[in-house]
């Protein structure tokens, strides 16, 4: 049985569909990647899953249990965490603040403590500039701030909104490379990317999208292999 | 966390020294003022009533980042809730200990009707709602004479009961231990009680898990959502208790004068409490505190000095004092925000805003 499963999404904004009666599942630990061009209503789709805009219709399900149109402060604490695009740290808030805040919904200090240690035995980077304001770290640096921040609430599902956005390649592949270890460690992942590539590479699982339809639904190595695929985003 | 720093609250006898010198400065000085003048102990009284409303409005601009140019409404609220329920306008006569917390709560409802229409703003226009807001309240004091007689107009209401504990009254004289207490000596230390409270509220409310879920939306809305806060009820939250702080010190206002009238809680007042906030240093509980005193303090010392001052240099008086008060305190404004913009007395992250951007290296 999946953790997730979306049955004809549809969200609206002012009268225009943007997302129009999609169906997506990710099953426990997988990872899987939502492709798509700009526009096609992938962080649409994020944001609705996450409760940030509410459905205009359709159907989402975790471990379960109903949540179509439930807010994100319940979300979160039934372990779905976002990722935003644009990372969306507090830029005035030092490293650890931005990090203590990621665990805002829990109750359980000790717990928290050890997820700390763990973020930043995960990012090297941010224990040494954890005092560091937010605000002047690097993009990369940001964006991983936004993951760790994101793991401090201990997610069982993490949506991940185009965490390559912006950055230079050699940081991309780290990010990449840190969102596998983040999966391989058990946590689900939903990730929507526009570097179709590198988000087929490290997915299990696949879904392309286009103009708020899902177009395309296959294992991550097949819709690589895809001509269709190849030519719209892989550019070959 | 914190944006205040309390640290220097802890241990360290020197600093223990200090507070308590603070402490005995505190309450001596009325009685000092008084051999100046029983005008000065008044000023102290309107002084700590301001620093009081920049509390509360320091909760909804320096806390939450929420711009309220109406603040001043609830301060209203309050002083009419507190006018109408213990003067002979009515004929109520209910003691203070009933009416002030109906006026904070009064004040909390309104607190509430003016976040919950307003949520989705943010900065520029949520300040024209609030100031909207400020005015219409201002306007229903002015015109809620007819056809049933409530607020009195523009005439306001007079005779207001001062504070009353059984045959105790705030207002006359008392002498006792041979010192002579006159009504706003009493009044002080009522009001130095209220102060400490609400300072002490304040603390902890930053300190608190509410406190950081405001700092999350000061500092990024939409990031707020997705770390689980309730943006909707945190933001009601800091609009309810900061009018509610307003609400109580309006009621305290109304008693200390006896008399209030529409005019009191015009717009210029907002904007005054919001200077303080933004001078002393937003977000910074002693910081807010210290820019009310001086903004309370500077133009009554001016209206002392400035016609003597002139005197004494051109043998007369030029420029009328009470222009010349207002554009001294104008220019004082100017400078200290062109050289000091966080504040006197900024709060750790609102220094980082102004602070150079440095420390950051290569990718």
């Known amino acids: 049985m999946s953790l997730l499963s979306v049955r004809s999404l549809r969200v609206t904004y002012g009268g225009i569909e943007a997302v129009r009666g999609i169906d997506l599942d990710v099953a426990e630990g997988e990872l899987v990647a939502l492709i798509g061009a700009n526009g096609a209503g ?35 604490r039934q372990g779905i965490a976002l990722v935003p695009e644009g990372r969306g740290v507090f830029a005035r808030l030092t490293v650890e603040e931005n990090l203590a805040m990621g665990a805002y919904t829990r109750n359980d200090p000790p717990g928290v403590s050890a997820d700390l240690d763990r973020v930043f035995e995960l990012f090297p980077r941010l224990s040494e500039r ?26 069982r599902l993490m949506l991940l909104d185009e965490p390559s956005m912006g950055l230079a390649p050699l940081m991309v592949q780290k990010i990449f490379e840190v969102i596998q270890s983040i999966s391989a460690q058990g946590v689900t992942i939903l990730l929507v990317e526009q570097n179709a590539l590198l988000a087929l590479e490290a997915a299990n699982r696949g879904y392309v999208m286009e103009s708020g339809a899902i177009t395309m639904e296959d294992a991550a190595s097949a819709l690589l292999e895809s001509p269709q695929v190849r030519e719209a985003y892989l550019g070959q | ?9 802890k241990s360290r006898p020197a600093v223990w020294a200090g507070v308590a010198l603070m402490a005995a400065a505190l309450v001596v000085l009325p009685f000092a003022l008084a051999t100046v003048g029983t005008a000065w102990v008044r000023v102290t009284n309107l002084a700590i009533l301001f620093v009081l409303l920049s ?5 909804v601009v320096g806390f939450a980042g929420l711009l309220d140019l109406g603040y001043i409404a609830f301060y209203g609220v309050g002083a009419y809730a507190y006018a109408l329920l213990a003067s002979p306008h009515f004929g109520l006569h209910l003691p203070f200990w009933i009416i002030l917390p109906i006026g904070a709560m009064l004040a909390c409802v309104f607190g509430i009707l003016l976040g919950a229409p307003t949520l989705k703003l943010r900065g520029d226009y949520l300040a024209i709602v609030t100031l909207g807001f400020g005015e219409i309240v201002r306007i229903f004091l002015n015109n809620l004479s007819q056809p049933v007689n409530i607020t009195n107009g523009p005439q306001g209401i007079s005779l207001i009961d001062p504070f009353r504990l059984g045959s105790f009254s705030f207002r006359d004289n008392q002498t006792f231990l041979g010192l002579t207490a006159s009504g706003p000596i009493k009044y002080y230390y009522l009001l130095l009680v209220v102060l400490i409270a609400v300072v002490i509220v304040n603390i902890r409310l930053q300190d608190s898990r509410i406190g950081r879920a405001w700092v999350a939306i000061r500092e990024d809305e939409v990031a707020a959502q997705a770390m689980g806060i309730n943006t909707r009820n945190v933001k009601l939250l800091a609009f309810a208790m900061g009018a ?28 005054m409490i919001l200077s303080m906030v933004v001078l002393g240093g937003m977000g910074n509980i002693f910081g807010v505190i210290l820019g009310a005193v001086l903004l309370s303090f500077v133009p009554e010392i001016l209206r002392y000095t400035v016609q003597p001052v002139q005197t004494t240099l051109f043998g007369r008086v030029l420029i009328d004092p009470e222009v010349i008060r207002m554009l001294l305190f104008g220019l004082a404004l100017v400078l200290m925000m062109r050289y000091r ?23």
């Open chain 1, 42 to 76: 992938k962080t649409t789709t994020l944001k609705a899953l996450s409760g940030m805009v509410r459905p205009a219709g359709g159907r989402v399900t975790y471990k379960g249990i109903d949540v179509t149109g439930m807010a994100s402060h319940h979300l979160i």
């Open chain 1, 130 to 155: 954890r005092a560091q304001v937010a605000g002047t770290l690097s993009g990369g640096e940001q964006q991983m701030l936004a993951i760790g921040r994101a793991m401090m609430s201990r997610p």
């Open chain 2, 1 to 9: 966390m914190s944006d205040t720093d309390t640290s220097f609250l």
């Open chain 2, 55 to 59: 509390l509360g409005l320091n909760i």
């Open chain 2, 244 to 271: 509610s702080f307003g609400g109580i010190a309006g009621g305290i206002f109304a008693a200390i004068q006896g008399f209030i009238s529409p005019e009191s809680f015009v717009l210029v007042q907002s904007i």
């Open chain 2, 341 to 363: 913009p966080a504040g006197l007395w900024p709060s750790k992250t609102r220094r980082r805003e102004f602070a150079p951007r440095n420390g950051r290296e290569g990718r």
